[in-house]
């Protein structure tokens, strides 16, 4: 499975973007896909996950400005953010795999294949 993060790039505060994430190979609809992000000097951070197809979850500090969509027809992932804050500013990620399970969705640990990543920078 190979993933490709794009959508990223330079937006004032208070702007939004679409990120999205395409799966190719031995990709399916089962698979679980996760976003996280990484800001400079920082650890890298849960942002939301799709499930197994089935439901979406939201860290629980982002919700209400983080939405994940998933359209299959084009194994795609997407990461809506709006109202973009400067700490939003990182490297986000897209992450994919067949075996993550419930409890450990936020651990970047439980991802197999992981995508090179898409800058977002968020200028106040």
């Known amino acids: 499975v190979q993933l490709q993060a794009s959508g990223g790039g330079f937006v004032q505060a208070g702007g939004s973007l679409r990120l999205s994430c395409v799966a190719t190979?031995?990709?399916?609809?089962?698979?679980?896909v996760a976003w996280f992000r990484q800001a400079p000097g920082k650890d890298r951070e849960f942002v939301g996950v799709?499930?197994?197809?089935?439901?979406?979850v939201i860290a629980e500090s982002m919700k209400g400005r983080f939405t994940i969509s998933r359209v299959n027809a084009k194994n795609t992932v997407y990461l809506q953010i709006s109202s973009l804050r400067s700490e939003d500013t990182a490297v986000y990620y897209c992450?994919?795999?067949?075996?993550?399970?419930?409890?450990?969705?936020?651990?970047?640990?439980?991802?197999?294949?992981w995508g090179h990543g898409t800058l977002v920078t968020v200028s106040s």
């Open positions: 799709n499930f197994r197809n089935a439901y979406t």
């Open positions: 992450a994919a795999s067949s075996s993550v399970i419930r409890s450990n969705v936020a651990s970047p640990t439980a991802y197999v294949h």
């Open positions: 190979g031995r990709f399916s609809t089962t698979y679980t």
